[in-house]
């Protein structure tokens, strides 16, 4: 019996509790919040301890995955496969929670203590075993935290057991051959046709398989039933994206972020989706979005660099890689794309630095050697370049770009005794290596190896079949070879490919000339004519035509030629050639005589003039010309040959009547 006294006691004590409480509710309503359990908790101790009233439990103190938790009457506490949990206190209205018990009832109405840890797989391979109803939409309530008192149920904490596909694939595996499994899950999906459980465990069952395409196809089935199954969502985005379906992947993705807006792995995801297709802008802005909700995701930040790169957007490339820099100055990521930026934008210095880094944290790396090379090479370091890919070459021997870049590096140092040992490496590394193999040309073309050169330009020429260069090349090699036909077309393909090079005009106009096409030379060289002006080709073209008998042509081109040498004798004698041939000896007589004004002492000019005088019957004149040829060159066998002759003629003349 409780003395009355006591009774009045407690009475006044809650009569002031209750006065406290409105109080505060009126005055002071941010501090009502904390103190309402408290009051509940004293109402409910008097209730129990005076009224003899069944006692309440108001919350359980726990540990899940070594992270504290506190379980409200009213929760439900969510367990994984991969979770592990235990109580540790329960809070009720019995002082010093006497006589109060708190176990777990499982699927057969099982009691199990909860003084040491349980573990989530327990919890769900005994719900799999038994085949409980509920397994079917991956969400079981088989559990059930009790609190008694006295060994009667004053509160119950429901547990929620999710199981995933993963653990569907774990139940197969332990119940024997998969393929088999997979068979006998299939024909109970054709059974149960809307049971989504089940074709979530087949969908990551042919997944693992490697039937992926199917596996899809399952879950896809799935979302025709629950439309928002995120499971199913998130396994179908992994699934496309190893199928490189893209356009599903973003399809998807997107309905997920319906879900979750602005969920930040999803938003990689879709990122990811756009890069592959080309789509870089769309792919910068989902890792933008991405990087908003987590900016700590320093995979995301490498990969929006990389768009960056690929729009050509340097800077903004290279502030995301500093600032995983920042965060993890030891990123090999990081330090990576840096140099691989800073030797596209040509940030010589940078690339150095970040590739030396990379040397450091990396020394048996062959390719962090390669690449220094490259900064090197950009920065005109040439001894450091050489030594940088010859230590990628020590590390690794057989990789044919790294003896073709040490090969240029020699080159630029004039070593092409060891460049030509370099390209040799390449070439029996890569025979294929078409690059090595015009370097090697070059080589032995600037040495005069002709015939060796020759052979590689006509390898690279079978590779680049439309690379100009190489024919300029080739058609010079075989003309020193005098190979002139194939010079001719090595040079005719260098033009129809582009070649710019009025040389190569000159150069093939002298080829067809050996090969006896001489009007395709006189067009080759009317061509270079046109660019340069030389008196030496226009002789050509004066020459060509009158081989042709083109005398009209000859005549153009020798007006052009007395413009640039217009003091020189032999341009005026060919004029006078040139008319005397089309039959206008008058206009020869002329310009022979104009010729003699610039040079008196030349013998077959002389030679001409009397032919000339002799075709107009001036024969007095025609005798004075070969009497001064004879002079100068006694040896003239014109002269010699008509100047009896015309001496008869006028003997006869003047011994007529």
């Known amino acids: 019996m409780v003395p009355k006294k006591f009774v009045s006691t407690l009475a006044v004590l809650v009569i002031v509790l209750t006065t406290s409480i409105a109080m505060l509710k009126a005055f002071f309503p941010g ?21 003899h009233h069944p006692p309440h439990w108001y919350f359980i103190d726990g540990e899940k995955n070594g992270v504290e938790f506190r379980l409200h009457n009213g929760e439900v506490l969510r367990i994984i496969y991969r979770d592990e949990f235990v109580i540790k206190d329960v809070s009720t209205d019995v002082p010093f929670d006497r006589d109060i018990s708190v176990d777990l009832e499982g699927v057969a109405g099982d009691r199990q203590p909860l003084d040491r840890p349980v573990r989530g797989m327990d919890l769900i391979d005994r719900v799999m075993n038994a085949n409980n109803p509920g397994v079917e939409t991956g969400v079981v309530w088989s559990y059930q935290i009790v609190v ?53 465990m087949l969908a990551v069952l042919l997944s693992q398989t490697g039937r992926r395409a199917e596996a899809a196809s399952q879950f896809e089935a799935v979302l025709t039933v629950k439309p928002d199954d995120e499971t199913a969502l998130n396994e179908l985005v992994s699934l496309y994206l190893s199928l490189g379906d893209y356009e599903k992947v973003i399809k998807i993705a997107r309905h997920l972020l319906k879900i979750h807006p602005n969920e930040p792995a999803v938003l990689a995801e879709i990122g990811y989706a756009y890069g592959q297709t080309g789509a870089w802008n769309d792919a910068i802005a989902s890792y933008e979005m991405s990087l908003k909700s ?20 340097f ?33 010589k210095q940078v690339a150095i630095e970040a590739y030396r880094k990379l040397a450091v944290a990396q020394p048996k790396n062959p390719a962090v050697y390669a690449n220094l090379g490259l900064a090197y090479g950009m920065a005109g370091s040439i001894k450091d370049e050489i030594a940088s890919y010859r230590k990628a070459i020590a590390l690794s021997e057989k990789d044919p770009v790294v003896y073709f ?4 590096a020699y080159e630029k140092a004039k070593m092409d005794k060891e460049a030509t040992l370099s390209y040799n490496k390449a070439l029996q590394l890569r025979p294929n290596d078409f690059e090595s193999a015009e370097r090697l040309a070059d080589i032995e073309f600037r040495a005069g ?10 390898k690279s020429a079978a590779a680049s079949p439309r690379k100009m260069s190489i024919y300029i090349k080739l058609g010079f090699a075989y003309g020193e070879l005098q190979h002139y036909k194939q010079s001719a077309e090595s040079y005719e393909k260098a033009l129809n490919y582009g070649a710019k090079d009025i040389q190569i005009r000159y150069n093939l106009a002298y080829a067809y000339e050996k090969i006896g096409r001489n009007r395709d030379a006189a067009a080759q060289y009317e061509k270079y004519a046109a660019v340069k002006p030389t008196a030496e080709v226009f002789n050509k073209i004066i020459d060509n035509a009158i081989q042709d008998k083109n005398y009209d042509r000859a005549l153009k081109y020798y007006a052009k030629l007395k413009k640039v040498q217009p003091y020189k004798a032999s341009v005026y004698a060919g004029i006078a050639y ?22 008196r002492e030349d013998a077959s000019v002389y030679e001409g003039l009397g032919a000339a005088y002799e075709k107009k019957a001036m024969y007095s004149d025609a005798l004075e010309a070969y009497r001064r040829a004879l002079e100068l060159d006694p040896g003239s066998s014109v002269a010699t040959r008509r100047y009896p002759q015309v001496k008869i003629i006028l003997l006869k003349q003047k011994s007529k009547p």
């Open 315 to 347: 800077q903004d490339a290279m502030r995301q890689y500093r600032c995983v820099l920042a965060d993890n100055p030891d990123s090999i990521g990081a330090l990576a794309a840096i140099g691989g930026v800073a030797l596209r934008s040509g940030l």
């Open 449 to 458: 190896h002709y015939e060796k050169a020759a052979a590689l330009f006509q």
């Open 148 to 200: 008694r008192h006295n060994n009667e149920t004053i509160g119950r904490a429901p547990i929620k057991l999710v199981i995933s596909p993963q653990d569907w694939l774990r139940y197969a595996r332990g119940t024997g051959d998969v393929n088999a499994r997979v068979a006998e899950i299939q024909r109970t999906v054709l059974a149960n046709p809307r049971d989504t459980a089940l074709r979530k």
């Open 578 to 599: 040139v008319y005397g041939m089309k039959g206008d000896n008058d206009r020869a007589i002329n310009y022979y005589q104009q010729s003699l004004r610039y040079d």
């Open 405 to 408: 870049n040490l090969g240029v």
């Open 31 to 51: 501090a009502l919040a904390g103190m309402i359990n408290a009051g509940l908790r004293l109402k409910g101790t008097v209730s129990y301890m005076i009224m």
């Open 294 to 313: 987590d900016s700590q995701n320093d995979a995301v930040r490498l990969r929006l660099g990389d768009a960056y790169e690929r729009k050509q957007r």
